[in-house]
């Protein structure tokens, strides 16, 4: 086995362990959840503020009061 090779294997057995554990620690939260098909180790969102003074297209984004990890 190639060195490449034995290091993707290692990271696919670290992605696996990590998306397990992400998951039973979700599951404790809400039992529903039965996957996690995505993920994000950290996200901001951000709104769109349309302006009443121009166009339909014009306008602004504006940070929201919340970021973090993203599972999907």
């Given at each position: 086995?190639?060195?490449?090779?034995?290091?993707?294997?290692?990271?696919?057995?670290?992605?696996?362990?990590?998306?397990?554990?992400?998951?039973?620690?979700?599951?404790?939260?809400?039992g529903?959840?039965?996957?996690?098909?995505?993920?994000?180790?950290?996200?901001?969102?951000?709104?769109?503020?349309?302006?009443?003074?121009?166009?339909?297209?014009?306008?602004?984004?504006?940070?929201?009061?919340?970021?973090?990890?993203?599972?999907?």
């Amino acid at each position: 086995m190639s060195k490449n090779t034995n290091a993707n294997s290692n990271t696919t057995a670290a992605d696996a362990q990590r998306k397990a554990t992400n998951l039973r620690v979700l599951q404790r939260l809400d039992g529903s959840i039965v996957d996690l098909i995505g993920s994000a180790t950290h996200v901001v969102v951000y709104a769109f503020k349309q302006s009443e003074t121009t166009t339909a297209t014009a306008g602004e984004w504006e940070k929201c009061d919340m970021e973090g990890p993203l599972f999907i």
